[in-house]
């Protein structure tokens, strides 16, 4: 299995592409291209413009030269203004009286803290990764590793966010929002205190400047051009704290446009062709509470993020309980094993226990620490859409072109067995690409089951009728039905061994390629795979995405080739399809959007392309007793543990708990589960 962590905006979405009829990514490329070659008397010309409208907040200055950034408050860097110039239609530069007078403004302020007022702040945390990351940016090539989400998604914050209890929205950067009438156009007023963490203010011309940031190519990041082409058609500044953004769909859940996070223009004072590399170390400045100082990057071993000094939402509803350490300290440990005999010496603070040989053998409850007290061990039932792990098959590889092949290989699969054998029972099915979207998601259609007699009939249609020495079955010009199965997760050896000897009874022979995780995904995004074992981490959201996965735009060029670097692993193409996701895209109401996601489902079951495996309906992990939570231990939409940094390190209980490991004194045992969201298992 290759965990996927989606392209992905500020707020951990995954958003997808847009419809085919609107701008593509290229096309954005070549305007930007375009921009760099105005000239400097345009961007002189348009200096002078912004002065005129804007008044003292935009300067002006050279277009050949970077200026020293003496204001960064003010700065504008030449290029993007002669961006800015060439796109007025989707530019605009305002007053504070030209705002709708009727806008209903909101503030969250009706939302409930979910963190516990009984958090102490102070101390370090001790994290194992498994693996150092490749940089510090936080787009372009390598930053979409999984430690980008401690650095970014859940250390950035955006101008919104969403109540991870209520689905609401609460405040972040933005201590005011309101919607137009026409429902595309969302306002916002700056909380006047946002800064980021070198002391320089947010404003709103850093929003500008995240559009002309993300739609550059300069970050070699197709998807972010793409999505900040297609999903916006305007930002309007009306004054350093308020500005707009319209957006191209007006959907039920338009507030999720609003988890975008600011682009800190002083900072990329010197952006341009070289960004991969000049930035490839550097950490932006971030508007969150911790930060990575030069010496606490320690290549190839640890990563120490350090609290902001005077971090400005530290007193703020939402945010005043959390990000409680003082320091965070990633020690790399790329052997999991190794990892977990660290975390039980007591040299890691806590670690995931989602795997059942960790839940239930290396960390059991009757190992004596955890059986004194000083290990807590917490399974947490979470109400979350689910990772859509699946078998994914490539259409472009003979003979996957085929359906009844595709069809017979479900039939093939018995996961059923390796959910009660491998999983203990503790997993369940998953039916369909996407599910945990309530209406959404489809209410009848179960995954195929395995049968033996089914798959053989299936496979036989398709030509493979003879059986080898081995009961392998060929066809009549003895091709053997032999497909290769990739996997970048190497725990999960033993289940994919359950289901190669499975599928060998229905006559398949699974060649089982296990890989290192990037080796896997490589090979994955460059479709050179036959069926991968792969499940992209999807954040939480009203509805369903369809475009990524399924759109012929991910699966072939203008050519008919094979479309590489794109999350549609199954090379599907095909008009019917096409039209339902398009369709499905630009629905508005709620009715419409589950009638076609239904659509689509039954459409992608017959297809047969998706392989449904499992879904873990809760997460588990291993603390020591000084890590301390909130007494519900977590919130409804926490995908893990340190999600929502609700944890915190308490001195007085660690010092109580290593004098009581010390002279073998037992404490209260703490092996918990937390049922409040736990959902009845689907039949």
């Not at 039920?252 to 930035?279: C, K, M, S, T």
């Amino acid at each position: 299995m290759i965990e996927l962590t989606a392209n992905r905006t500020a707020d951990q979405q995954t958003p997808a592409l847009c419809s085919a009829h609107t701008r593509d990514a290229e096309h954005a490329d070549a305007q930007y291209q375009t921009s760099r070659c105005i000239t400097q008397a345009v961007a002189l010309l348009f200096t002078c413009w912004l002065v005129a409208c804007s008044g003292p907040d935009n300067p002006a200055s050279d277009a050949t030269e970077i200026p020293p950034v003496d204001d960064p408050t003010t700065f504008q860097h030449p290029d993007a203004q002669a961006y800015y110039a060439q796109h007025p239609e989707f530019f605009t530069f305002a007053t504070p009286a030209d705002l709708p007078p009727d806008l209903q403004w909101q503030d969250g302020s009706e939302q409930a803290e979910f963190a516990s007022l009984e958090a102490q702040k102070g101390g370090e945390v001790r994290i194992w990764i498994p693996d150092f990351p490749r940089t510090l940016r936080f787009v372009g090539p390598d930053s979409n590793g999984s430690f980008r989400r401690y650095i970014l998604d859940e250390n950035g914050m955006t101008l919104l966010h969403k109540h991870p209890n209520t689905g609401a929205y609460y405040p972040g950067l933005a201590q005011a929002w309101a919607v137009a009438d026409s429902g595309d156009t969302l306002f916002f007023k700056l909380d006047p205190d946002a800064t980021y963490s070198d002391g320089v203010p947010v404003r709103s011309g850093d929003f500008f400047f995240m559009f002309y940031f993300m739609r550059s190519p300069h970050i070699v990041a197709p998807w972010y051009q793409d999505y900040y082409s297609r999903k916006f058609s305007n930002i309007t500044k009306y004054d350093d704290l308020t500005f707009s953004f319209t957006v191209t769909e007006m959907k039920p859940d338009i507030l999720r446009y609003a988890e975008q996070r600011p682009v800190p223009r002083h900072f990329y004072a010197n952006f341009g062709a070289d960004y991969v590399q000049r930035y490839q170390w550097q950490f932006e400045p971030t508007t969150g509470p911790y930060t990575i100082r030069e010496s606490g990057l320690k290549k190839g071993r640890s990563i120490t993020q350090t609290r902001v000094r005077d971090w400005w939402a530290k007193d703020k509803k939402f945010w005043r309980y959390r990000f409680n350490p003082d320091e965070r300290t990633f020690i790399v440990i790329r052997d999991p094993n190794k990892a977990m005999e660290s975390f039980k010496r007591g040299d890691i603070d806590y670690c995931r226990l989602d795997l059942p040989q960790d839940w239930y053998e290396k960390v059991p409850n009757d190992l004596p620490d955890v059986r004194n007290g000083y290990i807590h061990k917490a399974q947490f039932y979470n109400d979350v859409p689910r990772p859509n792990f699946a078998l994914w098959i490539n259409k472009a590889h003979k003979p996957l072109a085929d359906r009844r092949i595709r069809q017979g290989i479900h039939y093939a699969m018995n996961w059923d067995r390796i959910i009660d054998v491998y999983f203990r029972g503790d997993y369940t099915r998953m039916h369909t690409t996407a599910t945990g979207y309530g209406q959404f998601s489809h209410p009848t259609l179960r995954a195929r089951p395995f049968s033996v007699e089914k798959a053989r009939a299936l496979f036989a249609e398709a030509g493979y009728n003879q059986v080898d020495t081995d009961g392998i079955l060929k066809n009549t010009a003895g091709q053997r039905l032999s497909i290769t199965l990739t996997s970048g997760y190497r725990q999960y050896a033993d289940a994919l061994n359950i289901l190669q000897q499975e599928a060998a009874k229905a006559g398949l022979e699974l060649q089982l390629e296990l890989l290192d995780k990037t080796t896997a995904i490589k090979k994955a995004m460059e479709k050179k795979h036959a069926i991968t074992f792969a499940g992209f981490n999807l954040s939480v959201e009203l509805y369903p995405r369809y475009w990524d996965f399924w759109h012929s735009y991910n699966a072939v060029d203008e050519n008919g080739s094979i479309k590489p670097q794109t999350n549609n692993l199954t090379s599907t193409h095909n008009p019917q399809l096409d039209a339902l996701i398009e369709a499905y895209d630009a629905a508005q109401d709620p009715a419409t959007i589950q009638r076609l996601a239904h659509e689509i489902e039954e459409w992608l079951y017959e297809d047969a392309a998706f392989v449904p495996t499992f879904i873990r309906p809760w997460y588990r992990t291993g603390y020591w007793r000084w890590v301390q939570w909130p007494a519900g231990f977590n919130v409804k939409l926490s995908k893990y543990a340190e999600e929502y940094n609700l944890y915190w390190i308490d001195p007085a209980s660690k010092a109580t708990t290593l004098k009581a490991r010390k002279n073998e004194q037992p404490l209260s045992n703490g092996v918990h589960v937390y049922d409040t969201y736990k959902r009845p298992k689907p039949q």
